[in-house]
């Protein structure tokens, strides 16, 4: 440890900054740190304060792995083509943010600097809130007959991957980004009850447009 000039902390959010902290005292000066944790706005200050004067800390996540955790289930190819978000705080560095988007690009990555604040915000929507949804369907259709899971099509399949993710994770990243989270989900409980009112109300060219507007922004996707 005393030797590297990085270090990946590549743990639960929760551990993370206990990990800066224990590993601070044994980094020489101009060694960066960066993480993996998929919330940003608090661990980044957290680990800033940990660290000594000279060396930085500068935020990571790369969006990258599935709904099996753990080390087994890594490939070579984990970070090919996958968006990375650095995020560094606005008295972070210059060269040092550059040297940590550098080491994601190396990997395959698709680099994008921002705030932890930023990140935080985008990330609710795009991640944590599709899990939230994902567990809740799955939640929802655990208390009708359990014969309806084996007549499930990829629809169902594809919809609700994710919902196999592990809970603890999930519950860390829920409370570390809980109000993010939070106002993800109040709007998006606007977008269905609009929804549910064009149905009610047999408005069928609003329901086209909604899902209009929907498989638009799904063929958007670059990966």
Known sequence: MSSASLVVLAAPVEK???????????LKAGTLVTDVGSVKNELCRLCTE?????????GSHPMAGGHKTGWENGTDTLFDGRACFVTPLSDTPVAAVESIAQFWRELGSRVTVLSPVQHDEIVAHISHLPQA???????????KNPAWR????????????????????????????????LHALREFQDELQGFSAALANREWDEIRNRMGSGKTYRDGFNV
């Open 16 to 26: 993370i900054v206990e990990l800066a902290r224990q590993i601070a005292p044994h």
């Open 50 to 58: 940990v660290m000594p004067a000279d060396v930085t800390f500068v």
């Open 133 to 143: 949804l994902a567990t809740t369907l799955c939640s929802f259709l655990a208390q």
């Open 150 to 181: 084996d007549f499930a099509g990829g629809g169902l399949r594809d919809t609700t991957r994710i919902a196999a993710g592990d809970a603890t994770m999930w519950i860390e990243i829920f409370q570390q980004n809980r109000e993010e989270v």
